[in-house]
């Protein structure tokens, strides 16, 4: 699995979680491509967190593995 920082256009819209680069915040937080709720029109990235509003990443990098495991 490649653990390096990906343009924003290869990333998985697939449900897989995912760090997302916010380069307005200057930092990352975990989210998902998705529909927002209450919203059938369209999706876009989730972050996990409130980020402070609606934010566009610039790149992308799969989640580690957590402490422990390979």
């Known amino acids: 699995m490649i653990m390096e920082w990906q343009t ?4 998985p819209k697939d449900g897989t979680p995912v760090l997302l680069w916010l380069d307005d915040e ?7 491509w998705r529909r ?3 919203c059938d029109e ?5 972050p996990e967190m409130d980020a402070g509003g609606f934010h566009e990443p610039s790149h992308w990098m799969p989640l580690p593995a957590p402490p422990g495991q390979p």
């Open 36 to 38: 927002p709720p209450g």
């Open 26 to 32: 200057g930092f990352c937080v975990k989210g998902i």
């Open 8 to 11: 924003i256009d290869t990333a």
């Open 42 to 46: 369209f999706m876009w990235w989730i």
